[in-house]
């Protein structure tokens, strides 16, 4: 069995679309990026990747790349799966955190969960989403950011 970690943070700005866990919130801000700035997606595929010694997600989709401009951080999730399906990994499960002051992730999480369980594949038990203001301290708790991290536990494909 194998741990990663994965974390990310995007700027909140305007005439942006709000995408957390592949799922559109309503909402005056969104996030800002080279991609759709999904946070929690981009968190998950780190995670996925360190867990599998696969790099990071900078390493496949750079922001510096034109072709991966306004990409759907769903489908770049997709392709890391795949990733490491192929290395001879599974998913066992996944722990996520949003941190966000702007509006509250309560009312969305079982969107997001079914979102990211259709995803990757995996069984929705197999992943827990929380959520956490920061108080209305830092960037966050001003509304000029959001942020996620999230655990995944992985391990090898047995025959």
């Known amino acids: 069995m194998r741990i990663g970690y994965g974390y990310d943070i ?4 305007e005439n942006r679309k709000l995408i957390l866990g592949g799922v559109e919130i309503p909402c005056v801000l969104g996030l800002l990026g080279h991609s ?7 968190a998950i595929s780190d995670g996925l990747l360190g867990a ?3 790099g990071d997600i900078g390493e496949y989709f750079p922001d510096t790349d034109p ?3 306004n990409s759907d951080s769903a489908e770049l999730l997709r392709i890391v799966n795949q990733k490491i399906q192929a ?3 599974v998913i066992i499960n996944l722990d996520c955190t ?4 702007i509006i509250k992730i309560n009312p969305v999480k079982a969107d997001i969960k079914k979102s990211i369980s259709c995803i990757l594949g995996i069984d929705i ?6 959520a956490k203001t920061m108080e209305k301290l830092d960037a966050i708790g001003q509304n ?5 991290a999230c655990v995944v536990l992985i391990k090898k494909k047995t025959i």
């Open 36 to 42: 759709d700035a999904d946070v929690l997606l981009h």
């Open 87 to 89: 290395a001879g990994y």
């Open 98 to 101: 949003i941190f966000c002051q």
């Open 67 to 69: 072709q991966y401009k």
């Open 125 to 130: 038990s197999d992943l827990n989403i929380k």
């Open 144 to 148: 000029k950011a959001i942020a996620a």
């Open 52 to 54: 599998a010694g696969l």
């Open 10 to 13: 995007h700027q909140l700005a």
